[in-house]
């Protein structure tokens, strides 16, 4: 029986031994791999979660009664970013609520927003 080649770790290109389809010689050399990999797309996902979750928080403060008139000046002096949200429904009329998880806000007159709580 021929000896296959010699295959090396995808990381430190040390000398795999053990398994057939063995890719890495340790954990260590795995998980560096693998964040060296997904480091820019992780990162990005990261920022915007982070920025979803403050967004929710805001909106969870400020509506205390499920459902709350609030000035944008508001929002925005908290820090809102109102350029993520998870998800949108539009109602009959063309208006669109904005929704970070299950708590939204819709646009209404004069820079106010009515913020909601998805039941």
Do not use: P
Request: hydrophobic fraction near 30%; charge should be positive; aromatic fraction near 12%.
């Amino acid at each position: 029986m021929a000896k296959s080649a010699e295959k090396a770790c995808l990381e430190c290109e040390g000398k795999l031994i053990g398994r057939v389809d063995k890719k890495f010689c340790s954990d260590q050399c795995r998980v560096s791999y693998n964040n060296k990999l997904n480091g820019n797309a992780t990162n990005y996902m990261r920022s915007v979660n982070s920025i979803l979750r403050k967004n929710r928080r805001i909106l969870l403060d400020l509506n205390t009664t499920g459902k709350t008139k609030v000035g944008k000046e508001k929002l925005s002096q908290k820090g809102f970013n109102f350029t993520y949200h998870t998800g949108w429904y539009r109602i009959k009329d063309g208006s669109i609520y904005y929704f970070c998880y299950e708590q939204g806000y819709l646009e209404i007159e004069n820079n106010f927003y009515l913020l909601v709580q998805k039941k």
